[in-house]
């Protein structure tokens, strides 16, 4: 079985006796509310009280809908969708959509927790809550933006992308940036709305994609850029399922005094993330040994 799906699965499971622990404390919370007991009398006597237990119920109530909502959501997509194609952007996608609800759910909770209700609130800061949509108004679209990149099956975590002069693996989508890391480590942030404004290259949904390595070499009188070639290409053929060794090539980009600039480039199927930082060190680790090597003489 898929290990994301299995993954999901799993988490939807804890999530679900959670719910069930919520729905006990939410029936209590109504009994107290609403039933002739010491705690609905003394309730009744103070006014404070009722709203802070009244607030509690609707966040509970509300919480348990969404959650609800999610589970049937994520249930029909988990059962329609094949193994292999379960997108982990989708379920994240759910989750910043209850996030969100939950956020506004808090709100609410709160007027009602200090006597305020909700309606007239709002219509009474109707002006305000519009400038503040004018200030928050890229804010909002980036908001929009990750929302669509995470229901969309263009880009997925994990995949290797290049926006603008920035190239790197897909870590996370939030709200307002979607994650890169790069391959050497670094993090970068860009935001959602730049994603879908921008020419974005996806390499991982090509069957295979180019790995450039560019290195200098100590130049020497003895230096056979065919032995070089040849040490490279039986470091690939240990990956012979996963590299594309008849397409590798090993070039000449500059001859400077002292060193040698080149380039060596092989094509190699995408989706194995992890198999290729293994190629990438195994490579790095012969031209490593080769400069050694030309040290010593």
Do not use: C
């Not at 029909?76 to 952007?89: F, G, H, R």
């Not at 190239?167 to 879908?196: C, Y």
């Not at 040490?231 to 001859?255: C, F, H, W």
Request: no cysteine; aromatic share 8%.
């Amino acid at each position: 079985m898929n290990d994301i799906k299995t993954s999901i699965r799993s988490k939807e499971n804890r999530r679900r006796g959670y719910f069930f622990l919520k729905l006990i404390l939410l029936i209590l919370l109504q009994i107290a509310y609403v039933a002739d007991t010491p705690v609905h009398r003394f309730l009744e006597e103070h006014a404070s009280l009722t709203n802070l237990l009244r607030a509690g119920i609707f966040l509970l109530s509300a919480h348990l809908v969404i959650s609800l909502g999610r589970f049937i959501t994520l249930g029909i997509y988990l059962k329609k969708t094949a193994e292999t194609k379960v997108q982990p952007n989708f379920v994240l996608g759910i989750n910043r959509i209850a996030t969100i609800l939950n956020f506004f759910v808090f709100l609410i909770s709160l007027m009602l927790a200090f006597g305020i209700r909700p309606l007239e609130f709002l219509t009474s800061i109707t002006i305000v809550a519009a400038a503040i949509a004018l200030l928050t108004k890229e804010y909002i679209t980036n908001i929009v933006n990750g929302l669509i990149l995470m229901f969309s099956e263009q880009l997925e975590i994990g995949d290797k992308i290049n926006v603008g002069n920035k190239t790197g693996f897909i870590r996370d989508i939030t709200l307002v940036n979607t994650v890169l890391k790069s391959e050497t480590g670094e993090l970068i942030f860009i935001p959602n709305s730049m994603i879908l404004s921008t020419d974005v290259v996806n390499y991982s949904k090509n069957n295979t994609h180019q790995v450039v390595f560019d290195a200098e070499i100590p130049y020497s009188s003895d230096l056979q850029l065919n032995q070089l070639e040849e040490s490279l290409t039986q470091v690939l053929k240990e990956y012979g399922d996963l590299v594309l060794t008849e397409g590798a090539q090993l070039n000449i980009l500059e001859r400077k005094s002292d060193n040698i600039l080149m380039r060596y480039q092989f094509p190699i199927r995408s989706g194995e993330k992890n198999k290729e930082a293994q190629v990438r060190k195994a490579i790095n680790q012969s031209f490593l040994n080769w400069k050694n090597e030309h040290k010593k003489v």
